[in-house]
């Protein structure tokens, strides 16, 4: 008679634990999807700015949109290199994407310095509206002019504000001889001038020691990037002056956003709108929110007569109004109201 072998079955909970077992050897060895696209996107503001944290969103929605065949990497802070280093880096492809002043912009695009001549806007409604119109259309076509693709809707930067480590500013008089750190743009650099102050042109990562060091006795921002980059730790003075209100364009390689299939484009138009808007609300509640904190952080506020800045600004206004062109002046008038 034929012997015949008993194999041993396993029992139920070894067999559950053996598929447990290999299930998990199978989720460890198949690699997570990667992005079939991958962008980098650099910012000069600090990390915790609402720009940024707004931008982070944007890109996971943007991903997730996308089934996530489109990522978008955030460096904010400058960590890819300062305001003029970052334009280059986007010119050439080697970063895709950024939020950029037009102000710094303007050595590249003359016309997007336009939303930063001095007392223009009455409000954000009214710089939003005149940005998101005929003004900002023409800024964004000499932007592709550029190899630059601008999306449409600006994000907040804010109403600017006067620091100072020597006197308060209360007058265009206390301007005089006033060395100011203003961004590496003409149309800052002229503003000031005009007031009678020492205008140094400066990225923004070098500001904080250049203040604490006194190679500057002040400089210009937002309440938001006065508080994130804690401007408040070595400077005394705060004086609100509203002198002039900027926005921050994303903007993009135009070689680069071209070559991503049209979907992923339509997806990235549709979400950035989204969030420009949301993102809008978010930076001025929080620029609005800021002034008490400033006060308990160290900075001594005071109200400037910016009578006596407007005053001073004839010849300014003119200088601008050759700059920009007729077409685009007369767009920003349309408006604002008339300048000149």
Not at 127 to 140: N, Q, S
Request: charged content about 20%; overall charge positive; glycine content about 8%.
């Amino acid at each position: 008679m034929r012997c015949v072998k008993k194999i041993a079955l396993p029992t139920r909970r070894a067999a559950i634990a053996g598929a447990a077992a290999f299930a998990s050897i199978a989720i460890v060895r198949s690699p997570l999807r990667a992005a079939e696209i991958t962008w980098k996107y650099g910012s000069p503001a600090p990390i915790d700015h609402p720009l940024n944290i707004d931008a982070r969103k944007m890109f996971e929605e943007i991903k997730a949109a996308t089934n996530g065949r489109f990522e978008v990497q955030v460096f904010p802070n400058s960590e890819l290199g300062g305001d003029t280093a970052l334009l280059t880096q986007l010119r050439s492809g080697a970063v895709q994407m950024l939020h950029f002043t037009g102000g710094i912009m303007a050595s590249v695009v003359p016309l997007a310095a336009i939303d930063g001549v001095g007392f223009i806007f009455k409000s954000r409604a009214q710089a939003f509206a005149t940005m998101d119109g005929d003004v900002g259309a023409l800024v964004r076509a000499q932007m592709l002019e550029r190899g630059i693709y601008g999306f449409p809707n600006m994000w907040e930067n804010g109403y600017r504000q006067i620091t100072s480590s020597t006197h308060p500013i209360r007058t265009a008089a206390d301007l005089a001889g006033f060395r100011i750190r203003t961004p590496a743009s003409a149309i800052w650099l002229d503003l000031f001038k005009t007031l009678g102050a020492n205008p140094t042109p400066m990225n923004f990562a070098e500001v904080y020691t250049a203040l604490q060091t006194h190679i500057i006795d002040g400089q210009e921002n937002p309440y938001a990037i006065i508080e994130t980059g804690k401007v408040y730790e070595v400077q005394k003075y705060l004086s609100v002056t509203n002198h002039m209100w900027t926005g921050y364009w994303l903007i993009a390689n135009n070689d680069a956003w071209k070559a991503l299939p049209a979907d992923i484009r339509s997806t990235a138009e549709r979400v950035v709108a989204k969030w420009a808007k949301i993102s809008r609300d978010d930076t001025g509640r929080y620029n609005d929110s800021l002034a008490e904190k400033l006060k308990t952080q160290g900075l001594t506020f005071n109200d400037a007569d910016t009578s006596t800045f407007r005053a001073k600004l004839g010849p300014f206004y003119a200088k601008q109004k050759d700059v920009f062109g007729a077409q685009a002046w007369s767009a920003l008038e349309r408006s604002v109201g008339k300048l000149t």
